[in-house]
C-alpha cells in the first residue's frame, strides 16, 4: 500500500501536526509520501504509468486565490485519467459562503467528466461526492459491513456519531443525500449552461462575491433524497 499527499502550502504541512493526537500522525507512516507542491503540477508529471485506486480531493474554498484551478473540468480531466480500472474519486463541496450560482457551475462541471456520483453529507455544511471513473459507482455492502466491524474503524467512526455510538452500515447510508440518477437529472447537462473551465474560470469571480455577502446554498437541503 502507498499514499501520496499532496499539499501546496508548508504552513498546512506543519500545522497538521498539532493534530497529531486525533488524526494518528499519517505524516509519519511509512507507506505516506508527502509532497509539498501544486497538484495539477504534481498528477502532470507523474509517468504515464502511475495510476491510483482512490483519489481523495479537498482543495481549499473557490474564492481563495488559486483554488479555483482545483474545480476546473480539465483538473478533473487530469484525475479521471489518473483512476486505476475500478478506481474511485471522492471531492469534497461545501455549501457554505456560496450562493446556488456558484455550487451549480461546480456541480455541473464535476458531471461532465464524473457522471453518476453519489453525493453524501459529511457534516454541517460539507458534502463529499463519490464517483467511479466509469458508469455507476459499485458498492459491495457485506464488504462495508465487515469493514465497519473491524476494531480500529469502529473506533474511528464513533467518534463521529452522537454519544459515540457504533456506526452501523444502515447508519452510515443514512447520510446518503443524493443517488447518481437525480445528480445527473439536476446537473448532468452543460448544454448552454456555464462551466468552470481554465480558459473561461468563472468561479474565479463569482466565488468571492458570494463570499463576501455572505450566501448560504440550499440545493441540497431542499433536494435530499432523503426527505
Known amino acids: 500500500e502507498h499514499v501520496d499527499v499532496v499539499e501546496i502550502s508548508p504552513a498546512i504541512v506543519n500545522g497538521s501536526r498539532y493534530f497529531d493526537a486525533w488524526s494518528h500522525a499519517p505524516l509519519d507512516d511509512p507507506r505516506v509520501t508527502l509532497h509539498v507542491r501544486d497538484a495539477r503540477n504534481f498528477l502532470r508529471v507523474l509517468p504515464p504509468d502511475v495510476k491510483y485506486d482512490v483519489i481523495v480531493s479537498e482543495p481549499s474554498n473557490p474564492w481563495q486565490p488559486g483554488s479555483a484551478a482545483l474545480f476546473s473540468l480539465e483538473y478533473y480531466e487530469q484525475l479521471k485519467e489518473r483512476l486505476a480500472p475500478g478506481g474511485v474519486m471522492s471531492q469534497w463541496v461545501h455549501t457554505y459562503e456560496m450562493d446556488e450560482d456558484v455550487l451549480d457551475v461546480i456541480l455541473r462541471t464535476y458531471a461532465q467528466v464524473f457522471e453518476r456520483p453519489r453525493i453524501w453529507s459529511a457534516r454541517g455544511n460539507d458534502m463529499v461526492m463519490v464517483s467511479s471513473g466509469e458508469g455507476e459507482l459499485e458498492v459491495d455492502f457485506e464488504r462495508m459491513t465487515k469493514r465497519l466491524a473491524l476494531p480500529r474503524v469502529a473506533k474511528e467512526m464513533?467518534?463521529?456519531?452522537?454519544?459515540?455510538?457504533?456506526?452501523?452500515?444502515?447508519?452510515l447510508l443514512t447520510h446518503e443525500v443524493m443517488a447518481a440518477r437525480q445528480f445527473r437529472a439536476i446537473w448532468g447537462s452543460a448544454e448552454e449552461q456555464i462551466i468552470h473551465t481554465d480558459r473561461i474560470p468563472v468561479l474565479q469571480y463569482i466565488a468571492p462575491k458570494a463570499f463576501f455577502v455572505g450566501a448560504n446554498a440550499t440545493s441540497f437541503r431542499r433536494k435530499d433524497a432523503r426527505q
Open 158 to 171: 464513533r467518534r463521529v456519531t452522537p454519544d459515540e455510538r457504533e456506526m452501523s452500515l444502515n447508519t
